[in-house]
């Protein structure tokens, strides 16, 4: 599989089936993997519909098929602005990727890297120089596909509900 069949573009509301598909199988690898990440109902059907309202969801495609789902914000993350253990390589505007889910059949192909790096060019030509992700800390898998891309992991953040989360930063 090469770059040239993968492409990136904005979720449509109709896309929401494959989606939320996409999704439940990422709930049911990482709770067969022990990760207790996702395990409360989140992100479900209301979360990406507003996602796709805003024009932060996209879908990730190889030929057709719709293999991978993430969001892209770039606006402001309250819960980045504070981060306990380590600091964030920057202090400027950053995109903040969420929610990012690949088909199970894909794992393994390098389908959420490009993913991810469709996602920092889009941040490049709206002027953003930075990204920003947080993952559970038992989401092993994720982290070292973080690292993998050149993230750095910057320290610990807590989510609006006081779950923490291990935070990463790429300069771009």
Same mark, same amino acid.
């Given at each position: +599989?090469?770059?040239?069949? *993968? ?12 989606? +939320?598909? !996409?999704?439940?199988? =990422? $709930?049911?690898? +990482?709770?067969?993997?022990? *990760? ?8 479900? @059907?209301? %979360? ?7 024009? @932060? ?6 030929? @057709?098929?719709?293999?991978?789902? =993430?969001? !892209? #914000?770039?606006? &402001? &993350?309250?819960? /980045? ?20 889910? $690949?088909?199970?059949? /894909?794992?393994?192909?390098? *389908? ?9 060019? +889009?941040?490049?030509? #709206?002027?953003? #120089?930075? $990204? ?9 898998p994720m982290q070292k596909m973080l690292i993998n891309r050149g993230f750095c %992991? ?5 989510? =609006? ?7 990463? &930063? %790429? *300069?771009?």
């Amino acid at each position: +599989m090469n770059d040239a069949n *993968i492409r990136l573009r904005q979720t449509d509301t109709s896309d929401l089936p494959e989606g +939320m598909a !996409l999704i439940r199988m =990422a $709930v049911q690898f +990482m709770k067969s993997h022990g *990760i207790c990440q996702w395990n409360d109902g989140y992100p479900n @059907e209301g %979360k990406i519909l507003e996602d796709i309202r805003q024009g @932060e969801s996209y879908v990730c495609l190889c030929g @057709e098929k719709i293999v991978g789902t =993430a969001a !892209l #914000s770039l606006r &402001e &993350e309250v819960t /980045y602005r504070k981060i306990y253990d380590g600091q964030w390589l920057t202090d400027g505007d950053y995109g903040v990727i969420h929610r990012i889910a $690949v088909d199970d059949t /894909y794992k393994g192909r390098g *389908i959420a890297g490009r993913f991810v790096d469709h996602i920092e060019k +889009m941040c490049i030509s #709206s002027g953003i #120089s930075s $990204v920003r992700v947080d993952t559970h800390t038992d989401n092993v898998p994720m982290q070292k596909m973080l690292i993998n891309r050149g993230f750095c %992991k910057c320290g610990n953040i807590l989510l =609006a509900n006081g779950d923490p989360r291990v935070a990463f &930063e %790429k *300069i771009l």
